[in-house]
């Protein structure tokens, strides 16, 4: 079935360190990919997202560019700051509406 | 614009009791899902509403579970007896629309953490 794999945590950097989370996904067809991020004491919300292949998502200095060839979905940031300390899920949406699929998600620390 | 609303933020029981938790998704969103959250685990769909009808329930352990979605807006999730490995994060999450490609986004409430004894 669906699934997607992700970098194991947690992720610790001094803050205005470059960001790299990995993440790769085994789909049949083509489908959706997704960054979450959930903060401490909250849920989760939608970071950015991509539809088809080359497709670069971007939002609040983050970016991923969904790779078919690849099949990865790495989320970058050049310069993090201690407020984006929180967890990252990567999920895909496989094709045809079906449900969303999650990773394991991964802690990043960002320390001042 | 008002998000989604889960109670209760905490629940402790022991194991064989019953729980039940509630949400209210955004406002005209019709799509309703129900997520358990593992510690250090992503969300896993437990099921998914499109108004108050069921799309998806094949991950819900129905001996245990169940789930309703009355006139097609709030929600409620019961658990029934509990067993120590439900301890986790119930998750509701709405969105606008169920569309074929599923682009659509998925928003989240805070989520009801279950502590089972």
């Known amino acids: 079935g669906d699934s997607v794999t992700q970098m194991e945590g947690p992720v610790t950097l001094s803050e205005e360190a470059f960001l790299t989370i990995n993440c790769t996904y085994t789909a049949t067809g083509y489908p959706s990919l997704f960054w979450y991020v959930q903060y401490p004491g909250e849920g989760l919300q939608l970071l950015l997202k991509?539809?088809?292949?080359?497709d670069k998502g971007s939002n609040k200095g983050f970016e991923a560019t969904y790779r078919k060839e690849t099949t990865s979905f790495h989320l970058e940031k050049g310069s993090v700051q201690v407020s984006d300390s929180a967890v990252y899920f990567c999920a895909l949406s496989p094709s045809y509406g079906q449900n969303f699929v999650f990773g394991p998600g991964t802690r990043l620390s960002v320390l001042p | 614009e008002a998000g989604v609303a889960q109670s209760p933020r905490y629940k402790i029981i022991e194991k064989r009791q019953s729980v039940a938790f509630w949400c209210n998704p955004i406002?005209?969103?019709?799509?309703l899902y129900w997520y358990q959250q593992i510690l250090g685990q992503g969300p896993k769909l437990l099921i998914q509403?499109?108004?108050?009808?069921?799309?998806?329930d094949s991950q819900l352990p129905k001996d245990r579970f169940s789930a309703e979605r009355l006139k097609g807006v709030d929600s409620t999730l019961k658990i029934q007896p509990a067993k120590l490995e439900d301890s986790a994060v119930y998750l509701c999450?709405?969105?606008?629309?169920?569309?074929?490609?599923?682009?659509?986004?998925?928003?989240f409430g805070e989520g009801s953490r279950l502590t089972v004894l």
């Open positions: 991509a539809t088809k292949a080359d």
């Open positions: 406002s005209g969103h019709a799509t």
């Open positions: 999450a709405s969105s606008l629309h169920r569309d074929r490609w599923n682009t659509g986004e998925l928003f």
């Open positions: 509403f499109q108004n108050n009808g069921v799309v998806d």
